[in-house]
C-alpha cells in the first residue's frame, strides 16, 4: 500500500474525519430525497399521526430497551438492573443522533462511570452484542422477506446466508475456549483494539456459558420482535398500508445498511435511504419509500430521544441522591478518550 493511501486510511479512520464525510454524505442525500419527496404530503402525515398508536409504539421500545439491558446485563456479568436499564437507554438515545460508533462508545463510558466495568469489559460487551445484532438481521432479512412475498437478487439473499453463517460460527467460537484464545492471540497484532482485545479475553471467557448463551438468544430474539412490533406501530400511525413482514424486512435492511461508515448526524439523510431501501426491496415504489422513510425517521426520533433522556435523567438523579458507581471490576478506573474512541465497535445497529 503506497504512503499515500495508508496516510488517507488512517485519516478516515479518525472520529472526525468521519463525522464530516458523513454530515457532507448525509447533507447530499437530504438534498437528493427532498427532490424526490413532497414536504406537504410529508407534514401531512406527520401532523395526522395515531397518538394512541404512537403511545403503544413508545411502550414497545421501551421494551425493546429493557430487553437490551437484560442483555447487556448478562454481558457485564451482574450489576443493578435500575442502574443497566439507564445506561441502557441512555447510550440508545445517544445513538439516535451520533453517526458511527457513538452510541456504543456512550454505551461503553457510561458503563465503566455508573457500573463500574473497565473500558474492556465494556468493549467485549458491546461487541459481542454486535455480533448477535448482525446475526439476527441476517437472519430476519431471509425470512421477512420470504414472508412478505420480496424477491431478493441472488446476490443479497447468498450475503445475508453467508453473513448470518460466519458470524454465528463467530459467536460459537466465544464459547469455545480453544478456539476462542487463538482468535483473540490474532487479534492482538490489529492496531489501536489488540490492547483492548487481550484485556478483553478474560470478560469473554466468562461468558463460556450456554447458560449466558441461552439468555443472549432470547434477549435478541426479544428485542428483534419488539422492535419490530414497535415500527408496525409507527408506520400504521402515519396511515401507511404496510405488513408486519414488510416493516420487519425494511427495519433489518435498514439496521444492516447502518453498519457502513458513513452515517449522517441523526441519521438524517442517510436513514432516510436506508429506510427507502428497505421499503422499495419490501414491494413499494421508491418515490413512497422515500417519503416513507422521512416520516419514520422523524419519528423514530420523537420516540426515542425522550426516553433516551429519561434514561440520562435517572442515571443523574442517582448521583444528585448521593448514590455514586461501584467499582466490581478492577480493572475499572479512569478511561482515557483515546481508549473510548477506540472502542467503538464501528456500528450503530439500534434497533
Known sequence: MSPRISALARWAGRPWPRVVLGSLVAVVLLVLILHKVSLATVGHALTHVSPPLVLLAALLAAGYVAMRALRYRLLLGGGSSPVVLGVTAASWGAG?????????????????????????????????????????????????????????????????????????????SLFIERVRQPLVRRVEGVRFVGRLAARAETALGELSSWRVGVGLLATTAGARVLAALEYLCLFLALGAHVTFWQVWLALAVRTLLFALPIQGVGGVGTSQVWWGAGLALAGLAIGPALTLGLEIQVMDLLVALPEGFIGWLGLRARRLLGHPSVSRDPAAGPAAPSELVGAGTGTALDH
Open 96 to 172: 439516535q443522533v451520533l453517526p458511527g460508533p457513538g452510541g456504543d462508545a456512550a454505551f461503553i463510558w457510561l458503563a465503566r462511570r455508573e457500573l463500574g466495568a473497565s473500558v474492556p469489559r465494556g468493549t467485549g460487551a458491546a461487541v459481542v452484542a454486535r455480533l448477535f445484532d448482525f446475526a439476527s438481521l441476517a437472519v430476519i432479512l431471509l425470512v421477512a422477506a420470504d414472508l412478505a412475498g420480496a424477491r431478493l437478487p441472488r446476490s443479497l439473499r447468498m450475503g445475508a446466508i453467508s453473513l448470518a453463517l460466519v458470524l454465528l460460527l463467530v459467536i460459537a
